[in-house]
């Protein structure tokens, strides 16, 4: 089992940046792939970045939507993901939410195994 909890949300200006944590117990997150999704209101969920389980090589993956402005890392020693948000645009406004799952190749949420609680970002124009 692994519990995840997300932090760092916030109301923030166009243009500007957050950083979003998610700390995990349970289980290291070097052992899972960990995704960031998020979803608008009146919206589906979507993929935003994934970062594969520690291994000799680390891969990303980013939605076209956020490739070149969001970053995704991880902090083995803090069991802590991160998703440094860059150039924030009024349509990133969502609820995001980090997840674990088994393959840094999967961009469906279903295919996941734990879930955070969510954190708000409210980007303003």
């Known amino acids: 089992q692994v519990q995840l909890v997300e932090s760092g949300g916030g109301l923030v200006q166009a243009g500007g940046s957050l950083r979003l944590g998610c700390a995990a117990s349970g289980r290291t997150v070097s052992s899972y792939a960990m995704g960031w999704f998020r979803q608008a209101p009146g919206k589906e969920r979507e993929f935003v970045a994934v970062?594969?389980?520690?291994?000799?090589?680390?891969?990303?993956a980013y939605a076209d939507s956020v490739k070149g402005r969001f970053a995704i890392s991880r902090d083995n020693a803090k069991n802590t993901v991160y998703l440094q948000m860059n150039s924030l645009k009024p349509e990133d406004t969502a609820v995001y939410y980090c997840?674990?799952?088994?393959?840094?190749?999967?961009?469906?949420?279903?295919?996941?195994?734990?879930w955070g609680q969510g954190t708000q970002v409210t980007v303003s124009s």
């Open positions: 970062i594969s389980s520690s291994g000799a090589n680390t891969y990303y």
């Open positions: 997840a674990a799952g088994s393959s840094w190749r999967l961009r469906a949420g279903d295919l996941y195994d734990y």
